[in-house]
């Protein structure tokens, strides 16, 4: 709370922009959303702290829900990933949150394997066949790495790759690092894809 808050506050007191914070602890999330975050990110989708989904329903901001274990075991890995976000779907709608302040992501890069991750990239019709929007956050991760053998440094055409290939497969946001390139590359797409 004492590195987040501060730093919301003066975020919000200069610029007129959504913010999002990144946790999984309701003490944090509430004083989060006091110091003026818009949007509760957790990367456990409200499975680590059972108060995690009321403070974002009480505060009636809006929630990412991540998939996440705590080990990368599986019986059906694709249907036990949806099965996971079913539950964290539950746990917010229980808690109140209403559908449009729900959104999923498939957390690439947690309790996965380097195939598990680039199975769920190809497969991500998994996520969206649950009804939300779906963000995608692979900017410069380790399945890129490991894919083009590049340090963390030199992952941006890889990063590119998901971007375009997430959106073709219906993905509504993509987190990343380098906005600019990304924007332009789906700029592209989106002007393919309108074309009769």
């Known amino acids: 709370i004492d590195r987040v808050a501060p730093v919301l506050y003066a975020l919000k007191s200069r610029f ?19 110091a003026g975050a818009d949007l509760i990110n957790d990367i456990w989708g409200f499975q680590y702290d059972p108060e995690m989904a009321l403070v974002a329903a009480g505060a009636k901001v809006p929630c990412c829900l ?14 036990d990933v949806q099965a996971d976000l079913r539950e964290s779907i539950r746990l ?16 690439i890069g947690f309790a996965k394997s380097y195939e598990q991750n680039l199975e769920l ?16 956050g692979t900017s410069r991760k380790s399945v890129i790495g490991l894919t083009l053998d590049l340090p963390v440094t ?43």
């Open 16 to 34: 007129d922009i959504p913010l999002s914070v990144d946790t999984y602890k309701s003490q944090v999330a509430a004083a989060a959303v006091e």
């Open 66 to 79: 991540m998939h996440n274990r705590k080990e990368a075991v599986y019986g059906d890995y694709l249907r």
């Open 92 to 107: 917010a709608k229980q808690a109140g949150l209403a559908d449009d302040q729900i959104m999923l992501d498939p957390g």
């Open 121 to 136: 990239l190809k497969h991500l019709e998994v996520v969206t066949e649950l009804g939300y929007p779906v963000l995608l």
């Open 154 to 196: 030199e992952r941006e055409e890889g990063t590119l790759a998901t971007s375009v290939y997430g959106a073709m497969k219906g993905m509504a946001f993509v987190r990343v690092h380098n906005v600019k390139a990304n924007v332009r590359a789906l700029r592209m797409l989106e002007k393919i894809e309108l074309c009769p």
